[in-house]
Structure formats: C-alpha cells, structure tokens
C-alpha cells in the first residue's frame, strides 16, 4: 500500500507528463464503450420496433429489403401487391389479424404511411407494448391524420391543423397533394421507433389524393375535388406490404408457406424475427471491424502509456537510486514503477467513464432527435466491464514491462550513479 | 445532413440487403448437404418439421433401382418414424410425441408404366407433434439428425417460441438448438 501511495505522488510530481497519458486512456476508453453502446442499442431498437407480429407480406423480393422497407422504412418497395391478394390472405381462417401499410407519399421528409384503425390496435413495439395517444385519438374520417410524436414535434404541429402531402418521398418534393389536405387529429406518444417519425393517414386517404392521378402526374383539366373523391369508391387497388398476426403461432410456417405458394401474384412472406437475424449476421462484419478499429485505438492508448513511462526511466535512475538507499529492495521499485501504470490505466478507465456518460447525457437528445436512436444512460453491461477489465489488465501487464526494466537498472546500478 | 447520414445508412443497409435477396426462397431451396427444420413451440405443443433433400438421406435422388436401394429408402423411413432418436429434448419437459409423419420421395408410383423419371429433385418431409407438461422447460433441442444422415452437413432452423423468432445454422459439432 505505501509502494501505491508512493507511486500516487510521484505520477503527482510529474503531473504533466501523467495527465497527457490519462487523457490518452481515457478518449480511447470511452470512444471503444460508445462504439460498443451504439452497437447495444442500435440492434436494440432495431429489435424494438417489431414484436408480437408473426408474418411480413409483401411482393416478391429479398426477406431483409421487404422487413426494411415495411417495418423501417428504410429503401423503397420493388413492387405492390393488390388489394384482392391481400383481402383473400386477410380472411384466411388462421390469421387473426391484419394491418396493411402502403408507403410512397412523404409530408416534409417525413414518411406518410397508408393504414387503417387496426394499426393502432394491434401494433406492437418494443415487448409487446401498445401504441398510445399524446394528444387525439385514431383517425376516423378519409382526410385525417394521426403523427408520430416525433415528426409533430419538428414540425410543431397541434391537432386541428391541416397538412398537405407530398407525392413521392424527397423532402422538397414539386408535386403536392395541395387540394386534398388532411386535419390532424391525434399525435401518438414516443415509441423509440421509425413510428415517431410516420404521417399516419387512413389508406382512403392515400386512395383519394391519387384520385385523377396517373403514373404519378395530375391528369390536365381533371381536377377531382376533395368532396368528389369521397364519393368515389375509394377502396385501395393496391397495397405495399402487409403484418399478419396469427391466432396461433404453430401455424407460422404453414400459413408463410401458403402465402409463399399463392397462384395469383408472387408474394413473400417472412418471420421478422429471422429477416432481423439475416440482417444482424450482415451487419456483424461491420461491428466487428468497427470494434477492432477502437480496440486498436485502446492499444494505442496504452502503447503511449508505456514509452513515456519507459523514457522517463532514464531520468528517475537518480529517484531510484535513492529510494535503493533508504532500503527499498529492487523488487520494490518494480512495483512502485508497475504500480504507477496500474494506477494510470485505472485512473485513465475512470476518467474515460466519466467522458462516456457525459458525452451520452449531452447527446442523448440529439442522437434521439436525428436518429431516432435512444440512448438510455445505464449501469455499464457485464460486457462493457469485461472490456474495463481487458484495459486494466493490459495496463497491468504493460506496465510489468518498464518496471522489469527499471528492477534490472536497480540491480545493475546500485548506488554507482554518477551524474 | 441528417437526411445526407440517414441515405448513407439506407444505402448501406441496402447493398447489404442486396447480397441476401435469394435467402426468402431458402425453404424452397434444394441444396445438397443442406437440410431445414422448421420448430414451432405454443403453450404445451411443439411441432417439428424436417425437410431434406433425399441425397442427404440415402444417397441418390431418383426412384429405388434395385433392392439396396429399396431397402435404404425403408430403413430411413423406419428412422424418421422415430422422433425420439432424431431430437434429444430435455427429460424435465416431459415430451411425447403425438403426431409423426414421414413422406418419403417416389410415393406414388408413376402414372403410366414407362413415363419419364422427371429430373426433379426429391425431398424427404417429417412432421412431428410432441406434448410437453413443462414446456417451460424446454429451452434447448439436441439434433441428432447429423448422427443418423451422414450426407447431412448443415441444417438451417428456423425456430419460434415466446421468446421470439429466430433462426440457428446447425452442424454435426453444433448440434444445439436454443428454443
């Protein structure tokens, strides 16, 4: 214990030289826990956004694209399916229940998804968790709309206000849906999820801004007004995908099977739980070298950590010599020198969780704002300590290295120093 | 710039997706040495379902020639017909099996004396129903498939029970399925 507190004082007395080895740690600490946490959490809300759906449908095409552009909104579908294919899988005696989502309509950036009442009964995020209202209630006419707590609060919208829509999904888009607005009539509360930054409307509304609408142009001289479009019949012809919700789950792979085989269009059904695997096993490459960069970053840290305490051997030969002439056996000097790595690295580790949680407290809401990504502030996971550990240790274990040499030095140079 | 960083994710999440745009066929797929099984897991029922391709069963994919072959095809059979040697579930579950069926390959006879062998390739489907008092218990299957189907190589299971859904690659070293 006096060999630590005499390494404590000595790291004092050369204060400099020790704060700049600190913060070296400590950046490389916290950079190599942040990657880690962004990796936790971002897979984390990934995994949030979907629960207690059993099937994804949508048309044919890859089981990761379908769940991206579905579930996400991430990407663009390759193709709709029609309204018929979904009706006759919707009444199919195992399905429980339905929710159809139709994409391609945008309201300033964010993204207006086409959907019925079912949506806001039987969606699920996070562990099986209900969408709740902030403000209103679900949508009950064509032209209303329900936003997401996210999108109404960049856009400072209240309920009453009417919104137009955007044909297409570009922020600045030319094309309006200017004679058709919609009333807002309930902001939903904050999920975590890409729900917080949907434009809700009902899919006869979607049907009925497209009304008069051709490859998406507006006919010349074919102006349907909002009232006329609701005298249509505004059933959608087609949709972009749809969530199944079967009454038992044992019937998962018969009815994903069934759908899969359907004659009249080429649809695709897929778990959400293994297309979300499929893309995790994708993305691990990517982690995986992102952590091997920060793990570097830490070495490197801690390689600095060594060459200062190796030069500064040569200057303290007098330091220990006189510490050899109070009585301190070599073995002394090899911990005091190891002690004082030991003491940086676990100072550095310290210094570097403080920089970790500060840094997630002052950018918590941002990265919430920007990247729907929530970041919870919480104890470090038995990961991230193992990680601590991995530090600490290497520390230890490097700092073995100048205090080897400085054990030899003491032996060789005895008291014979001559300055 | 946020929308500049979201594209950039979006795009590169979607040259990734790009690389698994087949992997939705994989049911339907027909690879040798490659085999699924498809577990389902509900209150106290578990159902599994075993599909193989007849190469990693008994080594040939076409209708039985002669008596070895025959044979072979009867033998695998007498095998499928026996969950219990197939799937080693925890003995606290307490599982019966309840329902088994097997469909070899080349049931039915071809319509017409002399009608071409179709150049198809030929599966190997089982079904089986187990009972579990504790379910609960159930929180990992021993596959012992490899064991019996040595031109089994891989198994690709896909899984659902209350903890989710998800899906496990299989081999003769890694032969445990966590439900």
């Known amino acids: ?419 | 710039m946020t929308r500049t960083k979201r594209g950039f994710i979006v795009l590169s999440i979607s040259l990734a997706a790009g690389i698994y745009q087949t992997v939705n066929a994989e049911q339907d797929a027909h690879i040798h040495g490659e085999a699924h099984l498809l577990i389902a897991l509900e209150g106290s029922s578990l159902q599994i379902e075993f599909l193989s391709p007849a190469m990693n069963i008994v080594g040939f994919e076409h209708r039985p020639q002669n008596e070895t072959q025959a044979q072979s095809i009867e033998s695998a059979v007498a095998t499928l017909n026996q969950p219990n040697l197939l799937f080693k579930l925890p003995s606290t579950a307490q599982c019966n099996p309840v329902v088994v069926e097997v469909e070899p390959p080349f049931n039915h006879e071809p319509e017409h004396a002399g009608a071409e062998e179709s150049d198809e390739h030929s599966e190997f489907t089982s079904r089986y129903q187990f009972q579990c008092q504790e379910a609960a218990r159930l929180e990992r299957i021993g596959i012992e498939i490899f064991r019996h189907f040595s031109g089994t190589q891989a198994i690709e299971a896909q899984s659902i029970s209350s903890s989710g859904q998800r899906s496990q690659e299989l081999t003769a070293e890694r032969n445990t399925l966590d439900l």
Do not use: C
């Open chain 1, 1 to 419: 214990m006096a060999i630590l507190s005499l390494a404590f004082k000595s790291l004092l007395n050369r204060r400099f030289t020790a704060s700049l080895i600190l913060l070296s740690i400590a950046l490389s600490v916290s950079l190599l826990l942040g990657v880690e946490r962004l990796r936790v959490e971002s897979r984390n809300s990934f995994a949030n956004t979907i629960s207690g759906t059993d099937l994804v449908v949508g048309a044919r095409s890859g089981a990761i694209n379908l769940l991206l552009y579905s579930v996400f909104r991430i990407g663009d579908a390759t193709n709709n399916i029609s309204w018929s294919s979904y009706r006759s899988i919707a009444d199919h005696p195992k399905v429980a229940w339905t929710i159809p989502l139709s994409l391609g309509d945008s309201h300033m950036g964010f993204r207006v998804l086409g959907t019925n009442r079912d949506y806001f009964l039987h969606y699920r995020y996070s562990s099986k968790r209900r969408l709740s209202f902030h403000a209103g209630g679900p949508f009950e006419q064509v032209y209303q709309t329900v936003l997401g707590y996210e999108a109404a609060k960049a856009l400072n919208y209240r309920i009453g206000q009417r919104i137009v829509i955007a044909h297409g999904t570009g922020k600045t888009s030319f094309t309006l849906h200017e004679d058709k607005p919609f009333e807002v009539v309930g902001i939903l509360n904050p999920t975590g999820t890409p729900v917080d930054r949907t434009v809700h409307v009902p899919l006869e509304g979607i049907e009925a801004i497209h009304q008069g609408w051709i490859a998406g142009r507006q006919l010349a001289g074919l102006q349907i007004s909002a009232e006329q479009a609701l005298e249509r019949d505004l059933t959608p012809k087609a949709l972009t995908a749809f969530l199944v919700g079967l009454k038992s789950k044992l019937a998962t792979f018969q009815v994903q099977r069934e759908i899969n085989d359907y004659r009249k269009e080429p649809l695709l059904a897929i778990l959400p739980g293994v297309a979300l695997q499929q893309l995790w096993d994708l993305m691990s490459v990517a982690e995986n070298a992102l952590l091997v960069v920060t793990a570097l970053v830490v070495t490197i840290g801690l390689v600095g950590m060594l060459t200062v305490m190796l030069a500064g051997l040569n200057e303290r030969r007098r330091e220990m010599a006189i510490l050899r002439s109070v009585g301190a056996r070599p073995r002394h000097i090899l911990l005091l020198v190891t002690g004082e790595s030991l003491l940086l690295s676990l100072v550095g580790i310290a210094i570097g969780l403080l920089l970790l949680y500060g840094g997630l407290l002052v950018a918590q809401p941002y990265v919430e704002s920007h990247f729907g990504l929530y970041l919870p502030i919480t104890l470090p996971a038995p990961r991230e300590w193992f990680m601590l550990g991995l530090v600490g240790t290497s520390g230890l274990l490097i700092g073995l290295i100048p205090g080897y040499r400085a054990y030899r030095y003491s032996l060789a140079d005895g008291m014979n120093i001559r300055i």
